[in-house]
């Protein structure tokens, strides 16, 4: 006993032993440093492959106690399913004739105002680098019979559909249901919010028109008209996307632009309601569960289904992680989000069937009556969170961590350089004069931050200036030629950096070693800072940004520097030739505020080139 | 002088009516009649009926805790509550909301048979009022003066007073329309102040919540009968859904309680042992609490009408000591609610006079003298003629 009290309270000076204690750690750590930031990088990257694990995360559940899904009788009825079937033929003849934008527009107007619902049309035009977009939609206001209409619920269809990420493919039965459902939800009266109809033009760009002409945004490069029958406030977003004949289920579509995502209290009302109401299977995305992939047989038996539940599982993730990272939202729904409105697509699986008209009207009807209860915004549950599967999701804290494990890890890098760079041993020095005791064995050299960060700043002007030829109208119009004639400048310019003179180590430490520590403090914070916005983004930085920063380092010989860099270079700037995916990155970004673009160019590549540098750099 | 023999019988029955009169005074007779409420079996000695009915919950998703305090009103009223002794207290948010596919009722069925909102109803305090003060100061009766008496519970030491609540609660509190809380001492406090200032003779306590037995589990005041839906760390479930309505209609509790009371008419003698009895756990998904160490009759011969039901009965006051200290209590009150120390009153009945021998020989003299002015009234008459 007395020992234990010795070893907690050691005799002495209380503050002595406090300081000695906390060197004692400090060293042991600093002894260690390496294996922990080893560690580190492994647990952060097996924590990412583990994410898609069935043994992770947890059951969905609805959290808001006001939404009461599932508990109605619908009254959508075959009569109903007849009129859409009214308004396809309609459509179908519109599409048949070649008929304008204005003219679908009207047309769907005119059907509105002739169940006498207010309706009116919006043209639009977009400006960008590839030249003018135009397009006209069309939206019926219907107010809500007993309330003062103050709040507001969306119904949507874009007119083409998501299919192919907007490849051209008519959204027709999506229309045709929009019109029948709002013949149908006319007859009740008990809406508490108005219901708002909106036939958005071409894919996404019609309704970010429509919105921000809704929320009085301006936007400096689209020339829109003012809406003529405006409501409350929205809430809620339901957009529908029925591209098929017939479907087999309805798949979930929920990433907006920028990383953000709806409260899933409204993804797991319309899971709920869907299954149990519609008795419709429903899907995150269109990815169907495969009960027969194959699966080598020296695998036991027992870790099949397993097996097969992870690779479902990575299926959705690897998607999520694709809208996400790159900002892209996963549909029309996606542009809702940034005005705080919460927004899925409902997509209908096309198939052989068996549901249609009659699946679809019930469950919006009772997902409607769901998002009509509702007394303030969706608030309750969550909006961080990975859909494994549509009955489970990965909660904040489970995935979270995993990237900022790796940051840490940088950040220890970054900060032991730091530290290192500001000493020398004293034994690889030469000095006229002896030290005494153990304090010679080290000696204290500066540290030139200002030049380091000069360095860092010209990468980050260099990506500015990159951004700003990619948005011009002459890269969008010559895009293969305008890519190799920017990829040289912007490879060659850094090689300047070959022309630094070596100093004197014993008094100023390396500008290389320098730079790879602020390049690694810098990466790392953009990872953490990141990985609370758009989680996607901070991971895949993560995984491309981790290692290959860490292992920067410059070399003797010419040529290997000059390979080193040229394999950064590859890795900072190779998506330059990536010529369709920059060109919707670059119309993302101009046309709905995406800002993936801008932030590779300012942010990513120059972090890259950084550690390019630093294998140019003299030793 | 002859005396005329109806003179003569005139004579003796006024004598004898006098002697008899002496023994048991016709007060006493009259409170003995009355100590037992004129019905046979009933132990109780209160004589008027009050009931206080909360349901703190707002929005239209607690559709069900309207309909639940709705359904007792119901009740009370069919039993014989006028609604003058009847304060409800009522977010009233679900027969006019914009979401209610039947405007303007409330159903506590699924069938909808019964619409509870019907043509005539009262509510007492509605929406925003529906508050912790207002309960507290309804029961304490410490009110602003210019609060009309259709608010005010008017409850006196002969009230039997029935106190339903309704809500979302946890332990040891019930939510008011998320806003504020009511906590088990509160109203425990609240029943404290009431026996002090004489409102009540007897209390039952209902309530239907999430952990409901807590609430009352804090109560100290004499004569106070608690029941609740469920115990501590126990949910207390609804009852069903209307697909029509879209919201759970009614609780478990209060939707079997209710049923129970549809058996029950203004002269039902089931006991409150009976109703107990009735309660089923596996019915109601939770188990149900009955508190009556305060409570001093045996519960199976206190019937259900002396808290539910309208029993008027009259009230003798025989006692001057009792007018006295009445007066004193209204005057406390009119001090504007200073925190006074009333005096403590005896748990048993105060009302039945104590006769002192002194009282005893006064009454008996002035008996006799009665007799003997009579007597020679009518003797002098009869000699005249």
């Given amino acids: 006993m007395d020992r234990i009290r010795a070893l907690l309270r050691p005799a002495g000076d209380r503050n002595?032993?406090?300081?000695?204690?906390?060197?004692?750690?400090?060293?042991?750590?600093?002894?260690?440093?390496?294996?922990?930031?080893?560690?580190?990088?492994?647990?952060?990257?097996?924590?990412?492959?583990?994410?898609?694990?069935?043994?992770?995360?947890?059951?969905?559940?609805?959290?808001?106690?006001?939404?009461?899904?599932?508990?109605?009788?619908?009254?959508?009825?075959?009569?109903?399913?007849?009129?859409?079937?009214?308004?396809?033929?309609?459509?179908?003849?519109?599409?048949?004739?070649?008929?304008?934008?204005?003219?679908?527009?009207?047309?769907?107007?005119?059907?509105?105002?002739?169940?006498?619902?207010?309706?009116?049309?919006?043209?639009?035009?977009?400006?960008?680098?590839?030249?003018k977009l135009e397009g006209t939609n069309a939206y019926a206001v219907l107010s809500s019979p007993r309330t003062s209409g103050t709040e507001a619920m969306v119904i949507s269809a874009s007119r083409i559909s998501r299919v192919g990420e907007g490849d051209g493919t008519p959204n027709l039965r999506g229309v045709a249901t929009v019109l029948a459902l709002a013949n149908f939800l006319k007859r009740y009266s008990l809406w508490a919010k108005d219901i708002v109809f909106v036939v958005s033009d071409n894919y996404v760009d019609g309704m970010q028109a429509w919105l921000n002409a809704y929320h009085g945004e301006a936007q400096s490069n689209l020339q829109a008209e003012e809406l003529e029958l405006a409501s409350g406030v929205i809430w809620t977003a339901l957009n529908i996307d029925y591209p098929g004949h017939s479907f087999s289920h309805l798949g979930i579509f929920h990433e907006g632009i920028n990383g953000r995502l709806p409260n899933q209290?409204?993804?797991?009302?319309?899971?709920?309601?869907?299954?149990?109401?519609?008795?419709?299977?429903?899907?995150?995305?269109?990815?169907?569960?495969?009960?027969?992939?194959?699966?080598?047989?020296?695998?036991?038996?027992?870790?099949?289904?397993?097996?097969?539940?992870?690779?479902?599982?990575?299926?959705?993730?690897?998607?999520?992680?694709?809208?996400?990272?790159?900002?892209?939202?996963?549909?029309?729904?996606?542009?809702?989000?940034?005005?705080?409105?919460?927004?899925?697509?409902?997509?209908?699986?096309?198939?052989?069937?068996?549901?249609?008209?009659?699946?679809?009207?019930?469950?919006?009807?009772?997902?409607?009556?769901?998002?009509?209860?509702?007394?303030?915004?969706?608030?309750?549950?969550?909006?961080?969170?990975?859909?494994?599967?549509?009955?489970?999701?990965?909660?904040?804290?489970?995935?979270?961590?995993?990237?900022?494990?790796?940051?840490?890890?940088?950040?220890?890098?970054?900060?032991?350089?730091?530290?290192?760079?500001?000493?020398?041993?004293?034994?690889?020095?030469?000095?006229?004069?002896?030290?005494?005791?153990?304090?010679?064995?080290?000696?204290?050299?500066?540290?030139?931050?200002?030049?380091?960060?000069?360095?860092?700043l010209s990468t980050h002007i260099l990506g500015g200036i990159l951004y700003s030829v990619l948005t011009t109208s002459w890269f969008s119009n010559n895009q293969t030629v305008a890519s190799a004639l920017l990829f040289l400048p912007v490879a060659t310019l850094p090689l300047c950096a070959l022309l630094v003179p070596s100093q004197d180590t014993r008094i100023v430490a390396p500008v290389s070693q320098l730079l790879k520590a602020l390049n690694l403090c810098f990466a790392s914070t953009v990872i953490s800072i990141t990985t609370v916005a758009n989680f996607s983004l901070a991971m895949s930085l993560a995984i491309l940004l981790g290692i290959p920063l860490s292992i920067s380092s410059p070399s003797q010989s010419l040529p290997l520097r000059v390979i080193k860099y040229a394999a950064y270079i590859g890795l900072g700037l190779g998506w330059i030739f990536a010529g369709e995916e920059l060109r919707k990155a670059l119309w993302d970004w101009e046309i709905l505020r995406v800002w993936f673009a801008p932030f590779v160019c300012a942010v990513y590549t120059p972090l890259v080139l950084q550690a390019g540098l630093v294998c140019l750099l003299p030793v | 002088m002859l005396?005329?023999?109806?003179?003569?019988?005139?004579?003796?029955?006024?004598?004898?009516?006098?002697?008899?009169?002496?023994?048991?005074?016709?007060?006493?007779?009259?409170?003995?009649?009355?100590?037992?409420?004129?019905?046979?079996?009933?132990?109780?000695?209160?004589?008027?009926?009050?009931?206080?009915?909360?349901?703190?919950?707002?929005?239209?998703?607690?559709?069900?805790?309207?309909?639940?305090?709705?359904?007792?009103?119901?009740?009370?009223?069919?039993?014989?509550?006028?609604?003058?002794?009847?304060?409800?207290?009522?977010?009233?948010?679900?027969?006019?909301?914009?979401?209610?596919s039947f405007p303007g009722s409330v159903y506590a069925n699924p069938g909808r048979g019964l619409d509870l909102y019907g043509d005539n109803i009262e509510v007492d305090y509605r929406g925003y009022e529906v508050t912790v003060e207002n309960f507290i100061r309804v029961l304490t009766g410490r009110m602003e003066p210019s609060v009309p008496r259709s608010k005010r519970l008017l409850s006196d030491a002969h009230s039997n007073i029935f106190v339903y609540m309704t809500g979302h609660g946890g332990n040891e509190f019930l939510k008011f329309q998320d806003n504020e809380e009511i906590s088990a001492f509160d109203i425990a406090d609240?029943?404290?102040?009431?026996?002090?200032?004489?409102?009540?003779?007897?209390?039952?306590?209902?309530?239907?919540?999430?952990?409901?037995?807590?609430?009352?589990?804090?109560?100290?005041?004499?004569?106070?009968?608690?029941?609740?839906?469920?115990?501590?760390?126990?949910?207390?479930?609804?009852?069903?859904?209307?697909?029509?309505?879209?919201?759970?209609?009614?609780?478990?509790?209060?939707?079997?309680?209710?049923?129970?009371?549809?058996?029950i008419n203004k002269t039902s003698h089931e006991s409150m042992a009976d109703l107990f009895a009735y309660y089923d756990?596996?019915?109601?998904?939770?188990?149900?609490?009955?508190?009556?160490?305060?409570?001093?009759?045996?519960?199976?011969?206190?019937?259900?009408?002396?808290?539910?039901?309208?029993?008027?009965?009259?009230?003798?006051?025989?006692?001057?000591?009792?007018?006295?200290?009445?007066?004193?209590?209204?005057?406390?009150?009119?001090?504007?609610?200073?925190?006074?120390?009333?005096?403590?009153?005896?748990?048993?009945?105060?009302?039945?006079?104590?006769?002192?021998?002194?009282?005893?020989?006064?009454?008996?003299?002035?008996?006799?003298?009665?007799?003997?002015?009579?007597?020679?009234?009518?003797?002098?008459?009869?000699?005249?003629?």
């Fill in chain 1, 16 to 131: 002595l032993n406090r300081l000695h204690r906390r060197q004692a750690l400090v060293s042991v750590f600093m002894r260690h440093i390496q294996l922990i930031k080893i560690t580190l990088f492994c647990l952060g990257y097996l924590w990412m492959l583990a994410l898609p694990s069935p043994r992770l995360g947890r059951g969905t559940y609805i959290d808001e106690n006001a939404l009461g899904p599932g508990q109605v009788n619908t009254r959508w009825n075959w009569g109903d399913v007849a009129n859409a079937d009214r308004y396809l033929e309609q459509l179908e003849g519109l599409r048949d004739s070649n008929a304008t934008s204005e003219q679908h527009a009207k047309a769907i107007m005119t059907e509105f105002t002739k169940l006498g619902i207010p309706a009116s049309t919006q043209n639009y035009v977009f400006t960008s680098s590839t030249g």
């Fill in chain 2, 3 to 100: 005396v005329s023999l109806p003179h003569l019988l005139l004579f003796l029955f006024s004598w004898t009516w006098g002697t008899l009169a002496a023994t048991p005074s016709h007060e006493e007779v009259v409170g003995n009649f009355f100590s037992k409420n004129g019905t046979p079996g009933s132990t109780s000695n209160h004589t008027n009926n009050w009931a206080v009915l909360v349901c703190s919950s707002r929005y239209w998703f607690n559709y069900r805790h309207m309909a639940n305090a709705l359904g007792m009103y119901r009740t009370v009223k069919r039993l014989g509550i006028p609604d003058s002794n009847i304060i409800l207290m009522l977010a009233d948010d679900a027969a006019c909301n914009a979401r209610n």
């Fill in chain 1, 265 to 456: 209290d409204l993804l797991n009302s319309f899971h709920h309601i869907s299954r149990w109401t519609g008795g419709v299977p429903v899907l995150v995305y269109d990815h169907l569960e495969s009960h027969q992939s194959h699966i080598p047989s020296w695998i036991p038996r027992s870790l099949h289904q397993e097996i097969r539940q992870y690779n479902y599982r990575s299926k959705n993730v690897f998607r999520h992680i694709g809208y996400q990272a790159r900002g892209r939202g996963s549909g029309v729904h996606g542009l809702f989000h940034q005005f705080r409105i919460d927004a899925f697509t409902m997509f209908g699986v096309p198939a052989n069937g068996p549901h249609g008209f009659h699946s679809i009207g019930r469950v919006v009807e009772s997902t409607l009556r769901t998002t009509n209860n509702l007394l303030e915004r969706l608030h309750a549950s969550f909006f961080f969170y990975i859909l494994t599967t549509p009955e489970r999701f990965l909660k904040i804290g489970s995935f979270l961590p995993s990237a900022v494990l790796i940051s840490v890890a940088m950040m220890f890098g970054g900060l032991k350089l730091w530290s290192d760079s500001a000493w020398i041993p004293a034994a690889t020095v030469q000095l006229e004069k002896e030290g005494d005791g153990e304090g010679s064995k080290w000696i204290q050299r500066s540290r030139p931050v200002i030049p380091v960060l000069g360095m860092m």
């Fill in chain 2, 281 to 385: 756990p596996a019915k109601i998904h939770s188990n149900p609490g009955v508190r009556s160490d305060l409570f001093h009759r045996p519960l199976s011969e206190v019937r259900i009408t002396d808290f539910l039901g309208g029993v008027a009965h009259a009230e003798v006051d025989t006692n001057t000591n009792a007018r006295t200290e009445m007066d004193g209590a209204w005057a406390w009150e009119r001090l504007g609610g200073a925190r006074v120390k009333a005096p403590r009153v005896p748990a048993e009945d105060p009302d039945v006079a104590k006769d002192t021998p002194k009282a005893r020989q006064w009454r008996d003299a002035r008996a006799w003298g009665g007799v003997l002015l009579v007597g020679a009234l009518v003797g002098w008459v009869g000699w005249r003629k």
């Fill in chain 2, 190 to 263: 609240a029943f404290e102040q009431m026996y002090q200032k004489k409102r009540y003779n007897e209390i039952l306590f209902m309530i239907d919540t999430c952990q409901a037995n807590t609430m009352y589990s804090k109560f100290y005041s004499p004569n106070i009968l608690a029941t609740g839906s469920a115990e501590i760390d126990q949910n207390s479930y609804s009852y069903e859904n209307d697909p029509d309505l879209g919201v759970s209609v009614i609780d478990r509790f209060t939707h079997y309680v209710l049923e129970y009371m549809e058996r």
